[in-house]
């Protein structure tokens, strides 16, 4: 086990749901923008519309930096923190798809090389060799998006993985294909969004509004699809997932919020841009993208939701990172067992000499190691804590009404059991006994 990511207040997976969230917006628009890009300028070369140049000018420069700067930092923050956060999930994804991820770099390369000789040979090269740039970016980009799903869908869906260990049963498991294309739906629809931004800057009023109407029917076809292949992925969720959305009403509203955040977004598409161009206002556009992004943290928190209490479904469960099963195939075996005979601080290597027995004078400190690693992922510990504080839930109670719930909670479908063993079940019940009855 890695040292905990002790944050009171927020909790790790929070730091890594704002940063993988705001993620999104780059990302998906780097790997949808040059499809409409290229569509756009072969309608200028065809047409003779040297209008439309101007608009594809500042339309790649806001992918250029947008993406290439907030999109390349964002993608950086996510790998610190869920490396800080979940060390033993990361490092079990780069053991399973390391040459998935080394595949996946490969083409973000690509990526950034031709973004920028797509930007800087407007007017340089012929036509059709710019446009050739455009089309090997947009490959390249859409490539990158096949291959990071396969990784996000085994995380919820491992599929035959756990009989085979094999790359591709993992990679291409029951919700890859809806993922996949819900996402891709979905990215056209926030290309379209930035289309639209871009072109509200245009000084050729025509041209504008024909950019426009042309944004809009691709970001109405992008919405229609992904809502279609969407439902398509809450169809093939596991049981246990469906089972949970019972169990946690709140998980039902996030997706009443995505889809009345996403039919906004149409409504947008459908007046301002498709029937009435002329009215579309680049603060408009830039309201759009704000609903999108929260149909789009709507959607993101369902998609982390429905894999409680796993970080890999099925596999390891979330805070703690503890191996939950057997995956003969991959010589890996369950810890659960040995962890609750040998005790949960037997796998803390890091532990100064002090804590690794239990006494009365380290009972509080040796309680609050344990929470940190078993309990802070998912919950703050603070009263004033903003996501799910343990303080405020356990209000007041005592040690031995906390431990009659750590006994009980592999009874909830949405929490890993405590794991450890009695003395450490002890220690960490002191411990949340003691911040339960702190006001502050």
């Known amino acids: 086990m890695y040292p905990a990511w002790f944050l009171p207040t927020l909790s790790s997976a929070f730091i890594i749901a704002m940063v993988a969230t705001f993620h999104i917006l780059p990302s998906h628009l780097a790997t949808s923008a040059l499809w409409f890009g290229v569509y756009v300028e072969r309608k200028a070369y065809k047409e003779g519309r040297s209008e439309f140049i101007e608009f594809l000018k500042k339309f790649s420069l806001l992918v250029l930096i947008f993406c290439f700067i907030y999109g390349s930092i964002t993608g950086v923050g996510i790998w610190f923190s869920a490396a800080a956060a979940s060390p033993r999930a990361i490092s079990a994804l780069i053991h399973n798809y390391v040459w998935g991820w080394a595949t996946e770099w490969v083409f973000f390369i690509i990526e950034i090389v031709t973004i920028y000789a797509y930007y800087y040979t407007f007017e340089r090269v012929s036509p059709q060799h710019h446009m050739r740039i455009g089309i090997i970016y947009a490959w390249g980009a859409w490539i990158s998006m096949i291959i990071i799903t396969g990784i996000l869908a085994f995380m919820l869906t491992p599929g035959p993985w756990f009989k085979t260990g094999g790359f591709f049963d993992g990679f291409f498991n029951p919700t890859y294909w809806p993922q996949l294309l819900s996402r891709t739906g979905f990215m056209f629809s926030l290309a379209a969004v930035y289309a639209m931004i871009a072109a509200s800057r245009m000084s050729n009023s025509p041209a504008k509004e024909e950019i426009i109407r042309m944004a809009s029917i691709w970001g109405m076809g992008g919405l229609i699809a992904g809502a279609l292949f969407g439902l398509w992925y809450l169809h093939k969720i596991p049981s246990s997932a469906k089972d949970l959305m019972d169990s946690l009403v709140y998980l039902k509203h996030l997706l009443v919020i995505c889809g009345v955040f996403g039919a906004l977004v149409f409504v947008y598409f459908a007046v301002f841009g498709y029937l009435r161009p002329s009215l579309a206002r680049g603060w408009l556009s830039v309201a759009a993208v704000i609903v999108l992004f929260v149909s789009i943290i709507a959607g993101e928190a369902f998609r982390e939701g429905i894999r409680r209490p796993y970080i890999i479904g099925g596999l390891m469960y979330g805070s703690s990172q503890v191996i939950a099963r057997d995956v003969p195939a991959k010589k890996v075996k369950s810890e659960v067992e040995e962890l609750n005979e040998k005790g949960f601080l037997s796998r803390l290597y890091y532990l100064p000499p002090r804590f690794r027995t239990i006494n009365d004078k380290n009972m ?77």
């Not at 040796?366 to 078993?374: D, F, K, N, T």
């Not at 949405?414 to 063993?421: L, Q």
């Open 364 to 440: 509080i400190e040796v309680g609050r190691i344990i929470v940190s690693h078993e309990c802070a992922g998912c919950h703050s510990i603070k009263r004033n804590g903003l996501i799910r504080p343990l303080a405020k839930l356990l209000n007041g109670m005592e040690k031995e009404d906390i431990e009659d719930i750590l006994d009980s909670l592999g009874d909830y479908p949405y929490m890993p059991p405590f794991i450890g063993n009695e003395k450490e079940k002890e220690a960490a019940a002191a411990y949340l006994a003691k911040i339960a009855k702190e006001r502050r």
